[in-house]
């Protein structure tokens, strides 16, 4: 999913501080406005939900592009006002409610369908053996909703949104809401959040919430991105990437077994990962946690302001020279997503915007971590600018080898979220909300690095294929990008090659 928004509870994202960098430095023009489509008219899907309707019949039944929201629900619980809530949140969003319709020519629209009584069933536990919260209810719990998040999504049948309760207890409950991705984001997500607990307060006072309307639904920008990125837009855009990723080789493995380089020069790898690749077609994905201390955070943070940079573009280039040494080439491409919504009119509407970034580095020539650092800030700042141009019309562009293993253009993507709440919302008429972990995830890319801070550290994670690495792997590899940190923090003027990955030990 894409970075966050700006919200009143945490500082910018990463892209959204570039893309007012780029504000102030008059970089960025106004975009025409958005104009709402007429009744009955064609309702074309945006070029990201083409991709993944493409996906969806090229590999049905799959689950790896549904978004999990899962939150436990604690004190006195007005069931029939979150039914209402969440009913309103999908009226209000036409997205919530559409399939996809085919014609006998493969031509895929939107069918938006009518709002309706929005299905909210709860599975009453509580009484099981075990029940009232218990650690063999809530494992029971975190099955059931698992069963239910990771089901698969029939776009063509299936509106993209589904929501189940579950009752522990009388003042426990799970809400548990799947989405599919074709209609949602990171961003949707807030906005899902907000206005979804807005109506709730307003139902349990009998009435729902006076929002204003969104300005467009999703269907309206899908249409005016595609007449707008055409022409000329659309060659300036490709011009910009084509010059960018030209000559781009395919992606050499990386190296999972352990291997470093011992510069950041080309060399010969082991064998990638631990396992052949085909084995992590259909193997799920996993998690693995780390974290960075405070006072690296804050070395790193005050690296980042005096490089007038972001918190993003030094861990972005942290992990450039990280995957340098275990691949053992200096020419870098790491995937970022973007939230995409520079368009006033986005601002408020649930949707799939979000677009991936390939951002590559050359880190050939040891130059100091700070030399890298002033690059990658131009890379980043430069990309941002060129944000429109879809990820799918980028690699139709380059037509790089496919191989349906593999992501195009790029195999680790990194992912910086703004700095994140306390873990309990509280202040819902007594009721308390947080989340609710599940242990299943899905990997889409070969390592999926998400990295948010919270009380002045770092917190972070790797998504990674479970056909590709074992989990010792994995934590070898955070153990040394940790190590790479606390090295770049403790002297960013240092050559690259004598930045340290291994660990004394």
Known sequence: MSTSPATGR???????????????????EDSQRITPLRPGAARPLSFAQQRLWFLDRLQPGGAEYTASIVLRLTG??????????????????????????????????????????????????????????????????????????????????????????????????VLAIAVHHIAFDEW??????????????????GAPATLAPPPIQYADYAAW????????????????????????RPVTPFTGRGAVTTSTGRGAGEPPADRPREAALDEPGAVLAFEVPPATTAALNALARQARASLFMVLLAACQVWLARHTGQPDVVIGTPVANRAHPDTQHVVGLFVNTLVLRSDVSGDPTFGELLASVRRTALDAYAHQELPFERLVDAL???????????????????????PDDDGGLGGLGVCNFPIGRTAAKFDLAINVHESRGALHGSIAYHTGLFDAATVERLAERLTTLLAAIADDPSRRLRDLPVLTPA
Do not use: K
């Open 399 to 421: 037509q790089p080898q496919r191989d349906r293993t593999r992501t195009p253009l790029f195999q680790v993507m990194l992912a910086v979220h703004p700095e994140q709440p």
């Open 225 to 248: 991105q595609r007449e707008w990125l055409a022409g000329d837009v659309l060659e300036r855009e490709l011009d910009y990437w084509r010059v960018q990723l030209a000559d781009l």
């Open 76 to 173: 006195r619980l007005d069931a029939p006002a979150l039914r209402q809530a969440l009913g309103a949140v999908v009226a209000r969003h036409e997205v919530l409610r559409t399939t996809i319709t085919t014609s006998p020519e493969g031509v895929a629209t939107q069918t938006v369908h009518p709002p309706a009584c929005l299905a909210l069933p709860c599975v009453d536990v509580s009484e099981l053996p075990g029940g009232n919260g218990a650690a063999g209810a809530v494992e029971l719990v975190r099955r059931l909703i698992e069963a239910d998040v990771w089901r698969s999504f029939d776009l063509a049948r299936d509106v993209p949104l589904r929501a189940r309760l579950v009752r522990l207890a009388a003042d426990e409950h």
């Open 188 to 205: 949707s997500q807030e906005i899902l959040h907000r206005e979804l607990w807005t109506q709730y307060a307003a139902f349990q006072g």
């Open 10 to 28: 945490g500082r910018l994202s990463a892209d959204r501080e570039a893309l007012l960098a780029q504000y102030l430095a008059g970089l960025v």
